[in-house]
């Protein structure tokens, strides 16, 4: 049975550990060994992820089966470079481990995210996706987001071809 709530510091080890392994088997051989790690360590180390969840900036929403991390999403203040409304907030992840794809995790967290932009009065949120994640692209489409511009996406020192979105809240 998945269980929803918003991540507490204790949380920190196991979420940045699915972390670690969702982002790792997904996108893990698109990179050089050095390159991962320092994305892994500066993403997901105890300054990146686990850092953030004490930070009233950052709203961080777990899905658990028992004890188990199985997903997450965060939303905060937009980092894109760019002229960005007050209002706008990013979803920076949409996590779901492997073996809850397709059991209904990503659309709740998905559903909760844009309840909370909405609730705290944000008019769009934004966020980036890797251009060959076509599952990813799909899924925020059917949600409503469309491509409005391109970001470089750094991990280590290479840089990955990302779409910025957008929904209109």
């Not at 777990?62 to 979803?91: M, Q, R």
């Not at 481990?97 to 949120?125: K, N, S, Y």
């Amino acid at each position: 049975m998945i269980a929803y709530r918003n991540a507490v510091p204790a949380d920190g080890p196991a979420l940045a550990a699915m972390a670690t392994q969702s982002f790792t088997e997904t996108f893990g051989t698109l990179y050089r060994p050095q390159d991962l790690a320092t994305f892994l360590d500066e993403a997901f180390g105890e300054n990146g992820l686990p850092a953030q969840i004490g930070d009233p900036s950052y709203t961080i929403r777990l899905a658990t089966d028992g004890a188990a991390v199985v997903g997450f999403a965060k939303i905060g203040p937009v980092a894109f470079p760019g002229d960005w409304p007050g209002t706008a907030v990013e979803l920076y992840q949409l996590y779901v481990r492997a073996d809850q794809h397709g059991a209904g995790v990503g659309p709740a967290l998905m559903d909760w995210a844009i309840d909370a932009a909405q609730a705290d009065g944000r008019t769009e949120m934004i966020l980036s996706v890797y251009v060959d994640n076509a599952r990813a692209i799909r899924f925020y489409q059917r949600y409503g987001f469309v491509e409005i511009g391109r970001y470089v996406f750094m991990v280590g020192e290479q840089p990955d071809d990302d779409r910025i979105m957008r929904l209109v809240l």
